[in-house]
């Protein structure tokens, strides 16, 4: 370091930073190396996979900050750092290609400004050949600094101004720490002034990890203990809002949030457990056991193959979602896999599986039903199957940010199958969302309901619930929602799904339509129909009542606005198969009885053989080769094949024989 930087980091120190027993200054300098060290590291095991980093992550435009945060994740290529400084306005200090005026609430673009400082100070600190230590990039960053502190740019969205900003700003800053200015240390303050202690579940633990980073910047211990218990407080098993006793996770309410504000939280716990681990400030070993089975039985199960899985996005079914979830979730493996040696092994698999699928095994197989949060997935050594449900106890869906505004239906029993993990990819512009597989709906002729209200959202019923037993699942769902009420329940097995519906039943006088959708992926290859079958991409549609399925396959066109408001009249298609059954509308009751299965030929489907044993009001039960599994609606004593059960409330059972 040079003389003169030397004077400015002292006069910086003197102005600003406190003044600590050497015992103290050294514990967080250690701290400050172990958190440079996890910030500047790349996550990329190729070059081709920081390629997708960088596009899932739209260039660092990304509205969700799950993918946003994949652009600082990797080493930026020399083409893309190259690009930054071509767009560079030098003179201001600040991007051309960037609408600091553009208020948008989700995708707001100012925050690219500082998306970029971080990952190029990333480069500066530990990057390879050109850019480490490179005077133009300590220009520009210092630059960037200046233009950020004296223009202050405010998001009308609270997270951007008082989390996301702070983040990234604060962990430059540490990067830079030994070269900044007296007045570049203060500008860093004053953007941190917004990120007051308080809220709560991720966002608790988000504004903590700022605070601590202010810590680390400032030397004050004192703040640093006090940031890292905050997050401590928020390591618990919890029936509000944070991690569930089914180790799956809720925010904004009882709702399933696996891939929006779960991910997230494990993101950032994973990180500091990493950067704390073997110091004074290490969590304990209980609260480490928590964030590691919040993913190790819980956010893990909901990525397949570098996929998330829709029903577990959130509201973010946005471009690129499903996958670029897949490669956070990857981080967070990679950190745990760090941070936690008992189970270093395992994390460091589920990181490289879902960054190169088509290299490694799934590792995750079985069953899990999460009863807190009324969703369940199952999962094979080749598919991959969940169920998403909602009930008077639980928020099945949310219109946050004009996003996610065709769900109305999203949680009514949702079942999506992939195999190869790409049937969903970027389909949800002109998916047809009144046909979510699984889901039984009604076309009232109007656009899809988007009412925010919790009265208009739920459904008004507590019969929802699921068992899962070795490698056999069962969950049911009473649906009744806006003059539409049914009685659904779905069987896993190994190699195939049943799914029952009874008393499917319209009250509403302006229903045009109500149907139960099967399946609706990308078409892929050819159709095959058949009077009692479809065939299609490697998987089976059986009916197992007889009942016609109705089925197309061509063209579908939608807007992606109606997902993410800021792609404005962004319109896509693409050609989709889909099928589904009709029920009446006329006040008579409907039903359904089918099979899915996977991983099938053709000659398989047309061999396929499960019995319905019941499908009524009281019990709804299959029986595949020696199993049965049932739904008992009541209590009472039912026989099913020849076996006697005496239930004494509504439950779910599955027996051997």
Excluded at 456 to 461: H, L, P, V, W
Aim: hydrophobic letters at 40%; a neutral charge.
């Amino acid at each position: 370091m040079s003389i003169m930087k030397k004077s400015i980091l002292l006069f910086a120190l003197f102005g600003v930073l406190n003044v600590l027993p050497m015992h103290a200054k050294s514990n967080l300098e250690a701290l400050r190396k172990a958190f440079v060290e996890a910030s500047v590291e790349t996550y990329a095991p190729n070059e081709k996979v920081t390629d997708l980093f960088i596009r899932y992550s739209d260039y660092g435009r990304a509205n969700d900050v799950l993918l946003l945060q994949l652009y600082m994740y990797v080493h930026l290529p020399d083409s893309e750092v190259e690009r930054l400084l071509e767009n560079f306005d030098w003179k201001n200090g600040c991007w051309n290609d960037i609408d600091y005026e553009d208020g948008t609430r989700g995708r707001w673009p100012a925050t690219l400004h500082v998306t970029r400082m971080y990952a190029l100070a990333k480069l500066y600190k530990a990057g390879n050949g050109r850019w480490k230590g490179s005077e133009q990039l300590s220009r520009l960053l210092h630059l960037t600094m200046g233009w950020w502190f004296d223009n202050m740019p405010k998001c009308p969205n609270w997270w951007h101004n008082d989390i996301g900003v702070p983040k990234k700003m604060t962990s430059v800053l540490l990067m830079m720490r030994e070269e900044l200015t007296s007045e570049e240390v203060s500008g860093g303050l004053k953007v941190l002034k917004r990120s007051k202690f308080g809220r709560t579940g991720q966002n608790k633990v988000a504004l903590a990890g700022n605070n601590l980073m202010k810590g680390l910047l400032t030397d004050d211990e004192t703040l640093v203990i006090k940031a890292r218990d905050f997050i401590a407080e928020e390591i618990c098993m919890t029936e509000e809002e944070g991690i569930q006793k089914d180790w799956s996770f809720h925010q904004h309410g009882p709702q399933i949030q696996f891939g929006n504000y779960g991910l997230t939280y494990a993101d950032i716990l994973s990180f500091w457990m990493r950067v704390l681990k073997g110091t004074r400030y290490d969590f304990t070993q209980q609260q480490k056991d928590i964030v590691v089975n919040l993913m190790k039985e819980g956010i893990c199960w909901s990525v397949y193959r570098g996929v998330m899985d829709p029903s577990f996005c959130g509201r973010q079914n946005f471009i690129d979602a499903g996958t670029g979830k897949a490669y956070a979730l990857s981080v967070v493996a990679r950190n745990l896999s760090l941070a936690v040696d008992e189970e270093r092994d395992f994390f460091a698999r589920v990181a490289r599986e879902n960054l190169q699928p088509e290299k490694y095994d799934n590792t995750l197989v079985g069953a899990r039903y999460f009863w807190r949060s009324d969703c369940g997935v199952y999962r094979r050594p080749g598919w991959y199957a969940s169920i998403r449900m909602h009930s008077e106890r639980t928020i099945g869906f949310e219109f946050t940010n004009k996003e996610n505004t065709l769900a109305n239906f999203s949680a009514d029993g949702a079942l999506l199958l992939m195999q190869d993990a790409g049937e969903f990819h970027n389909i949800f512009a002109y998916w047809d969302w009144r046909k979510v597989p699984g889901v039984t709906a009604y076309d009232d002729g109007k656009p899809i309901k988007c009412d925010p209200s919790r009265e208009a959202t739920r459904n008004n019923s507590s019969h929802v619930f699921g068992k899962a037993v070795g490698d056999v699942m069962c969950a049911t769902m009473e649906l009744d929602r806006d003059g539409l009420y049914a009685l659904k329940s779905s069987f896993f097995f190994p190699e195939c799904i049943v799914c029952l519906g009874t008393d499917i039943t319209a009250s509403n006088p302006d229903f045009k339509s109500v149907t139960t959708a099967v399946d609706q992926i990308h078409l892929d290859g050819k159709v095959v129909v058949k009077d009692s079958w479809i065939w299609h991409a490697n998987r089976g549609y059986v009916s197992l009542d007889g009942a016609p399925m109705e089925v197309t396959a061509g063209l579908q066109r939608g807007k992606w606005d109606l997902i993410e408001p800021a792609f404005k009249d962004k319109w896509d298609e693409g050609k989709v198969f889909k099928c589904w059954f009709e029920h009446p509308v006329d006040g008579s009751k409907g039903s359904y009885a089918y099979a899915i299965v996977p991983d099938a030929s053709v000659s398989k489907v047309r061999r396929f053989a499960a019995k319905v044993i019941r499908n009524d009001r009281e019990c709804q039960a299959v029986r595949y080769g020696d199993v049965i599994a049932a739904i008992f609606h009541r209590s009472g004593q039912f026989v099913l094949e020849g076996e006697t059960f005496n239930v004494d409330s509504p439950s779910a059972v599955i027996k051997e024989l």
